[in-house]
């Protein structure tokens, strides 16, 4: 029984000796970071992430395979689809998702597995939302209806003797007015036949149309040249959003007849009158938001039929011209300006009275107003009211009521930067930029996409929805950035939004970074390898009998290893294994 037992072992030894040594080798383990990511975009557009696997227990050079599998059909890509690992080491895959332009569902799920050809190593869930956009705001022209003409139905009005009043209106706006009505003020002319208020439906874009109102001249007129009627428009846009505007018409009248017989008749002279209009202004700042100081700069023409002397203009109206009884100015009258309306826009550097002297027939006169927005005015459309004074050739005071719009609005402060001092840069290879938005203002803000670029270079993962951002609170992001070569390289940071009249803007903000030039590789010419490397050395066939006997026992049976120079020339039958650790 003892001699086949011997001789199994003889064997046994006999073909340790003869069959060469086999190593164990283990498979390489693979982490995918992130395991999971999710990100928003438009529909339409493509979001793109980074993933980056971390190879580790490496042994023997392998192909890493990646491929993508998208649960709504979503075009879902992954490059590089392989990657040859020669190492442990950190292996970067890009996935880009196009969102469609009409998606069936608002999300989509897609796992990224990454294989060494046999065994799944990691795998990643990416969740991408689609962001449908907002349609734009219609934007609106407003209608301005004016008094273009008048007329009365005879040549000169006689104090106490009714007469028809013709008014030629006119939209001289860029949209349609409606709801149009006008009224007549003043104790002069008391409208009769009618309370005194006409209504027209309608008014487009450039149209006219006339409308007529019988009236009384008050007999306290007589003896005078002419009378003051004021007219007062108002009417609504499209929308809805109600409009005035206010005129004041001179009125030609008739002197009475001398009491004594044969006496001639005393024709008067026609009075010509002034007629100042704003037809443009604009603002040094746009837009206007509270705290803004600007310069309100308008054009002012005389459309009238006589020059208008000693022009002054009131900021914020509220001008009361001199009068006697009745409200009719008097030569040489000055005026008082009481209850401006200054809540929103005030000047500065002056009075709210602005002297700008004569004016002729056809001339147009450039003025400009320092102003400032009030800090408390909240967003939107104001209407500032603007009142001229003048005397006509004649010496009578006449006062001008005009209406201008001004928007102001709130835009958002933010500051964009890193929230961390960036790693250095180095040409060709990717780096990590730490961005983060900052909301430096008083209130809450709703920012869009945020997108990141460079024309020295690959930004990648560069897309992000902001959303909304407390007062000093703040988003981060971190991008990959690829540069082409050293030296500053300049970073571009939009940031989309909507303003308070429902406008698309973007905020544009410039970052700059250093890149260091391009890290060197070491490269091994054939029949040197690293100081670090080690082969086995020869085993004698005790070692191998040895070691045979430890295996069976479970003890460890691996062969010996020692340290070689730089420099060696290699034995084809003995394996060599370097020290582990990218490009090893």
Same mark, same amino acid.
């Given at each position: 029984?003892?001699?086949?037992?011997?001789?199994?072992?003889?064997?046994?030894?006999?073909?340790?000796?003869?069959?060469?040594?086999?190593?164990?080798?283990?498979?390489?383990?693979?982490?995918?970071?992130? =395991? =999971?990511?999710?990100?928003?975009?438009?529909?339409?557009?493509?979001?793109?992430?980074?993933?980056?696997? #971390?190879?580790?227990?490496?042994?023997?050079?392998?192909?890493?395979?990646?491929?993508?599998?998208?649960?709504?059909?979503?075009?879902?890509?992954?490059?590089?689809?392989?990657?040859?690992?020669?190492?442990?080491?950190?292996?970067?895959?890009?996935?880009? @998702?196009?969102?469609?332009?009409?998606?069936?569902?608002?999300?989509?799920?897609?796992?990224?597995?990454?294989?060494?050809?046999?065994?799944?190593?990691?795998? #990643?869930?990416?969740?991408?939302?689609?962001?449908?956009?907002?349609?734009?705001?219609?934007?609106?022209?407003?209608?301005?209806?004016?008094?273009?003409?008048?007329?009365?139905?005879?040549?000169? @009005?006689?104090?106490?003797?009714?007469?028809?009043?013709? &008014?030629?209106?006119?939209?001289?706006?860029?949209?349609?007015?409606?709801? !149009?009505?006008?009224?007549?003020? /003043?104790?002069?002319?008391?409208?009769?036949?009618?309370?005194? @208020?006409?209504?027209?439906?309608?008014?487009?874009?450039?149209?006219?149309?006339?409308?007529?109102?019988?009236?009384?001249?008050?007999?306290?007129?007589?003896?005078?040249?002419?009378?003051?009627?004021?007219?007062?428009?108002?009417?609504?846009?499209?929308?809805? %959003?109600?409009? =005035?505007?206010?005129?004041?018409?001179?009125?030609?009248?008739?002197?009475?007849?001398?009491?004594?017989?044969?006496?001639?008749?005393?024709?008067?002279?026609?009075?010509?009158?002034?007629?100042?209009?704003?037809? %443009?202004?604009?603002?040094?700042?746009?837009?206007?938001?509270?705290?803004?100081?600007?310069?309100?700069?308008?054009?002012?023409?005389?459309?009238?039929?006589?020059?208008?002397?000693?022009?002054?203009?009131?900021?914020?109206?509220?001008?009361?011209?001199?009068?006697?009884? *009745?409200?009719?100015? !008097?030569?040489?009258?000055?005026?008082?300006?009481?209850?401006?309306?200054?809540?929103?826009?005030?000047?500065?550097?002056?009075?709210?009275? !602005?002297?700008?002297?004569?004016?002729?027939?056809?001339?147009? @006169?450039?003025?400009?107003?320092?102003?400032?927005?009030?800090?408390?005015?909240?967003?939107?459309?104001?209407?500032?009211?603007?009142?001229?004074?003048?005397?006509?050739?004649?010496?009578?005071?006449?006062?001008?009521?005009?209406?201008?719009?001004?928007?102001?609005?709130?835009?958002?402060?933010?500051?964009?930067?890193?929230?961390?001092?960036?790693?250095?840069?180095?040409?060709?290879?990717?780096?990590?930029?730490?961005?983060?938005? %900052?909301?430096?203002?008083?209130?809450?803000?709703?920012?869009?996409?945020?997108?990141? =670029?460079?024309? /020295?270079?690959?930004?990648?993962?560069?897309?992000?929805?902001?959303?909304?951002?407390?007062? *000093?609170?703040?988003?981060?992001?971190?991008?990959?950035?690829?540069?082409?070569?050293? *030296?500053?390289?300049?970073?571009?940071?939009? !940031? $989309?939004?909507?303003?308070?009249?429902?406008?698309?803007?973007?905020?544009?903000?410039?970052?700059?970074?250093?890149?260091?030039?391009?890290?060197?590789?070491?490269?091994?010419?054939?029949?040197?390898?690293?100081?670090? $490397?080690?082969?086995?050395?020869?085993?004698? &066939?005790?070692?191998?009998?040895?070691?045979?006997?430890?295996?069976?026992?479970?003890?460890?049976?691996?062969?010996?290893?020692?340290?070689?120079?730089?420099?060696?020339?290699?034995?084809?039958?003995?394996?060599?294994?370097?020290?582990? *650790?990218?490009?090893?």
């Amino acid at each position: 029984m003892k001699k086949p037992i011997l001789l199994i072992l003889t064997l046994i030894l006999l073909a340790s000796w003869l069959i060469p040594p086999e190593f164990p080798v283990q498979a390489a383990t693979g982490i995918v970071i992130p =395991s =999971s990511d999710s990100q928003s975009g438009l529909a339409g557009s493509v979001v793109a992430y980074t993933l980056v696997v #971390a190879v580790s227990d490496y042994t023997s050079d392998f192909t890493l395979s990646a491929s993508a599998i998208s649960a709504n059909g979503w075009s879902t890509s992954v490059s590089p689809s392989n990657v040859l690992v020669s190492g442990n080491g950190d292996y970067a895959f890009g996935v880009n @998702v196009t969102i469609p332009a009409s998606p069936s569902v608002n999300s989509d799920s897609a796992q990224v597995s990454f294989s060494d050809g046999s065994t799944t190593l990691a795998t #990643a869930l990416l969740t991408t939302t689609a962001i449908f956009p907002s349609p734009t705001a219609t934007v609106f022209s407003r209608p301005v209806v004016m008094v273009q003409s008048f007329s009365a139905d005879t040549t000169y @009005v006689t104090p106490g003797t009714d007469f028809t009043l013709t &008014l030629n209106l006119k939209n001289a706006g860029g949209s349609r007015a409606t709801n !149009i009505l006008v009224s007549f003020e /003043g104790e002069d002319f008391i409208p009769v036949n009618s309370g005194g @208020v006409i209504s027209v439906s309608g008014l487009n874009p450039g149209g006219s149309v006339s409308v007529s109102q019988d009236l009384w001249p008050s007999p306290a007129l007589s003896g005078q040249v002419m009378g003051i009627l004021g007219v007062k428009v108002a009417y609504t846009d499209s929308v809805g %959003t109600s409009y =005035s505007e206010n005129f004041t018409l001179a009125i030609n009248l008739a002197f009475p007849q001398s009491m004594w017989s044969g006496a001639p008749t005393r024709t008067p002279t026609a009075v010509a009158r002034p007629q100042l209009v704003i037809q %443009t202004y604009k603002t040094s700042v746009d837009p206007l938001q509270p705290g803004t100081m600007f310069d309100l700069t308008m054009e002012i023409e005389n459309l009238g039929t006589s020059m208008a002397r000693s022009v002054s203009m009131v900021l914020g109206g509220g001008v009361i011209p001199d009068s006697t009884a *009745g409200g009719t100015p !008097i030569p040489g009258g000055g005026g008082t300006s009481s209850g401006a309306d200054l809540a929103n826009f005030a000047p500065l550097g002056s009075s709210n009275v !602005i002297f700008i002297g004569d004016i002729g027939v056809n001339e147009k @006169v450039t003025t400009t107003a320092q102003m400032i927005v009030n800090t408390n005015t909240a967003p939107g459309a104001y209407s500032f009211k603007i009142s001229f004074t003048y005397d006509n050739t004649s010496g009578f005071r006449l006062v001008n009521d005009q209406s201008i719009t001004l928007l102001v609005m709130t835009l958002p402060q933010v500051e964009v930067g890193f929230y961390r001092s960036p790693d250095p840069f180095y040409a060709q290879s990717p780096g990590t930029l730490p961005l983060q938005v %900052t909301n430096l203002g008083r209130k809450q803000v709703v920012l869009g996409n945020m997108v990141v =670029s460079t024309d /020295g270079g690959t930004v990648e993962n560069n897309t992000a929805l902001v959303g909304i951002l407390d007062p *000093g609170g703040y988003f981060t992001l971190d991008s990959v950035l690829i540069p082409d070569q050293e *030296g500053p390289l300049d970073l571009t940071v939009r !940031i $989309a939004y909507t303003d308070d009249f429902n406008q698309p803007r973007e905020i544009e903000q410039k970052l700059t970074v250093e890149v260091m030039p391009a890290m060197e590789v070491p490269t091994l010419e054939p029949g040197v390898l690293p100081p670090d $490397a080690v082969i086995p050395p020869p085993e004698t &066939l005790f070692q191998k009998v040895l070691r045979f006997f430890r295996g069976l026992i479970g003890l460890d049976s691996a062969a010996p290893q020692q340290e070689l120079p730089g420099e060696f020339i290699p034995d084809e039958t003995q394996p060599i294994y370097g020290p582990g *650790g990218k490009g090893g």
